[in-house]
């Protein structure tokens, strides 16, 4: 039974993962570079939240959606002023710039935040334990936004022309505006998107963590490691991907002292890309 | 006392590896390179009007923020004293106080007259609990602005800074820096008005063995300064026939920890012992609390502070949980009368850093040399030989009669050992109707033996 606590406590985290991540791996696979200043994109949908909610006093759901607009358009923002003009100098240079990106926003958040903890006006979890397994409301909304996240998303990018022209983007860009599709509009949809989905997952943040201005940034190393174990392949392997780390770091508990869940999470990166260098995903895929 | 962003940025080397195989991986059409970046941390450097009416001293007389103001230019008749302290981030609360209580000791100072070598001047830096930033900003305070004593840092910037202390003959004087590296490392330009966090865990532990528990569970932050002095309590607590169900080293910075306490709430334990910061101790409380535990609990240092009744929830508490701190004995008169002029004499670690600028005024003038290396030289004796003095002015009177001074201060009596550390005297708080409330204090002879 204890071992089945750990397995749910492992999806769990897995699906917050998967918010925290897919995001991210969206922009990977079609801007082509690893935005590290994704994490701190968490933190602006994260304190956008705890902002409207336990300072002005707004209603959690309204609070969670003004939250995600915000992220969407900061990041959008971002991308128009600071990724777009130095597109052409490559990914490299993009992935440096976007580390410097997260310690700007970092510094303006903790310069409009300011020292000490935050938290939401929303309760205490409340704990069911169905079949002797212990899970929280807060806990299942992770799941039920993660699922609800990977369907809409796989709708989307299957079902939508703006979809498509993601997809296309993303398995070739040149190809994509030989053929029409307005390579810039599609960017912009793009960072729009995925920084949506990192204020998604700054809103789920602050459901259910402790905010210090610290704590955005401390969850890149997790979001790197399933990104990478993902590869660049569908939006499932991402899901995957966020599902197996989850499970492995939280399922190591039961054997290892827990201060080792990061390194395990490394090490089962580290493991899959020996056999699959490319990740879970094997080959580029849209 | 340490920061949780330092891990991060301290591999941020290892995230552009990481990244870097990541894009050679995955995009055949990806340009290699490698490159580093510096984290760029926004720092701040002040100079604080030398009175005692400035009541914020990390705010300019405008009221624009700190991070904004440059350093006044050294007037004749001035000596430098370098306030390096946390204004962000989590203890962020912590380095305000110590500034502000620092200001309020150089107001004293410099309204009796100021120091032989003249009027104290500070110049402060906001480390944001970063060593790599407490770096440099001292070695600014030290090459550009002449400081000759450096106050206030934490216990990763205060170890940091030990070889910098040593080669440029400054002394470094912190009111909260517990770490156990120092008991090591310190005594010879590197002191503190604070005990070791070994004593925080003979409290603790001293505090667990009392309460009549038959199991306890400890989680304890992965930092140095928490794992040492919980050793030190598991050891009490053991000897004391108590279960210890779990030790759980859990590290920081995790939206949740239920993985952590899986284990610990399926044990059934009487007491959780909490070492962590407040980040994931107040996440920590809630899922616990949340999953049916119903026990007590005894937190640290970091949780000591208002704050936390509003984050966790005053009602999950109340009555159940006690924390554990260093603290001044207040029916000493040098607190009582540091009380009643100064109103926020209560806050944590404020008497502490009371008595480090005090201590390093009394020592410039003993010396009568006006730098770091006459403080070092007389800092010990001006602490523990001669007449007992409780400010500068008396401290000053009393040498300007030729007498040894022994200064008792407003923390309590302090003496350094080898290390440069002092003994202390620690309170246990409980929460009732959303407040901590004393319950119990161990003063430091307790721990004598």
């Known amino acids: ?286 | 006392m340490q920061h949780t962003r330092i891990r991060w940025l301290h591999i941020l080397a290892a995230i552009l590896a990481l990244a870097m195989i990541a894009a050679a991986c995955g995009d055949d059409d990806d340009e290699e390179t490698s490159s580093t970046a510096s984290p760029a941390q926004t720092t701040t450097t002040q100079t604080a009007a030398a009175t005692s009416e400035d009541p914020d001293p990390v705010t300019d007389s405008d009221g624009s923020d700190a991070g904004t103001a440059d350093a006044e230019p050294l007037e004749a008749g001035e000596v430098t004293v370098g306030v390096l302290v946390p204004l962000t981030g989590e203890l962020g609360e912590f380095g305000e106080i110590v500034a502000d209580a620092i200001e309020f000791g150089v107001g004293e100072i410099n309204a009796a007259g100021g120091t032989s070598c003249g009027t104290i001047r500070t110049v402060i830096a906001d480390t944001g609990g970063d060593a790599e930033t407490g770096i440099r900003e001292a070695t600014n305070m030290i090459e550009s602005e002449g400081a000759v004593a450096i106050l206030g840092p934490t216990s990763g910037v205060m170890v940091a800074l030990v070889d910098l202390a040593k080669r440029e003959e400054v002394v470094i004087m912190s009111p909260y820096a517990g770490t156990i590296t120092l008991n090591e490392l310190g005594g010879d330009f590197v002191y503190r008005t604070v005990s070791s966090d070994l004593g925080d865990g003979a409290a603790s532990g001293l505090w667990l063995s009392s309460r009549g528990y038959e199991s306890v569970a400890f989680m304890i932050q992965n930092e140095e300064s928490t794992i040492s002095p919980a050793e030190v309590a598991r050891t009490e607590v053991t000897d004391a026939g108590i279960e210890i169900t779990d030790f759980v080293v859990y590290n920081p910075g995790q939206p949740s920890y239920q993985a952590e306490l899986t284990t610990v709430l399926a044990n059934e334990p009487d007491a959780i012992f909490l070492a962590g910061g407040q980040e994931s101790g107040v996440t920590l409380i809630k899922e616990a609390v949340a999953a049916g535990f119903d026990g007590e609990w005894l937190f640290t240092a970091d949780l000591a502070v208002p704050e936390i009744f509003d984050a966790v929830g005053a009602e999950l508490i109340n009555d159940k949980a006690f924390v554990e701190f260093a603290d001044a004995d207040p029916s000493l008169p040098e607190f009582i009368s540091f009380e009643e002029r100064y109103e926020a004499a209560g806050d944590p670690f404020a008497p502490n850093s009371y008595d480090m600028v005090t201590l390093a005024a009394l020592a410039l003038e003993a010396s009568g040399q006006c730098d770091g290396a006459g403080i070092n030289s007389v800092i010990r004796e001006v602490a523990d030989s001669g007449t007992a003095v409780s400010t500068f002015a008396e401290g000053r009177d009393a040498l300007a009669a030729g007498e040894n001074i022994n200064y008792e201060g407003a923390s309590g009596p302090l003496v350094f050992d080898e290390s440069g550390t002092v003994s202390g005297a620690y309170t246990i708080q409980q929460a009732q109707n959303g407040e901590w409330v004393n319950v119990e204090f161990y003063p430091a002879s307790t721990f004598d033996n």
């Open chain 1, 1 to 286: 039974m204890l071992f089945l606590q750990f397995l749910v406590t492992g999806i769990v985290t897995g699906c917050f993962l998967i918010l925290a991540t897919i995001g991210f791996s969206l922009t990977r696979r079609v801007e082509g570079f690893l935005n590290i200043a994704h994490a701190e994109l968490l933190g602006v949908g994260a304190f956008a939240t705890w902002w409207f909610n336990a300072s002005r006093g707004w209603h959690i759901i309204a609070a969670a959606a003004i939250a995600v607009v915000i992220t969407a358009l900061v990041g959008l923002g971002i991308a128009r002023a600071i990724y777009d003009p130095i597109r052409v100098r490559g990914p490299a240079v993009l992935l440096i710039t976007s580390v410097g990106v997260a310690f700007v926003i970092g510094g303006v958040i903790d310069a409009l935040i300011g020292t000490g903890i935050r938290t939401l006006d929303i309760g205490l979890a409340t704990s069911y334990e169905p079949f002797g397994i212990r899970i929280t409301n807060y806990q299942l909304l992770v799941v039920a936004l993660a699922a609800l996240v990977s369907v809409s998303l796989a709708l989307f990018l299957n079902r939508t022309r703006t979809g498509l022209a993601i997809r296309a983007m993303a398995v070739n860009p040149e190809l994509a505006a030989s053929r029409g599709i307005d390579v810039r509009s599609t960017s912009r949809a793009t960072w729009l998107l995925s920084s949506g989905l990192a204020g998604l997952a700054g809103v789920m943040l602050a459901v259910i963590a402790t905010l210090t201005t610290d704590l955005p940034f401390a969850q890149i190393l997790v979001i790197l490691a399933v990104a990478i174990l993902a590869g660049l392949g569908s939006l499932y392997t991402v899901i995957a991907s966020g599902l197996i780390i989850g499970v492995a770091m939280d399922v190591s508990v039961y054997w290892i002292p827990a201060g080792y869940r990061p390194l395990v999470a490394f090490a089962v990166v580290i493991i899959v890309l020996l056999f699959r260098p490319e990740g879970l995903a094997g080959t580029r895929a849209a």
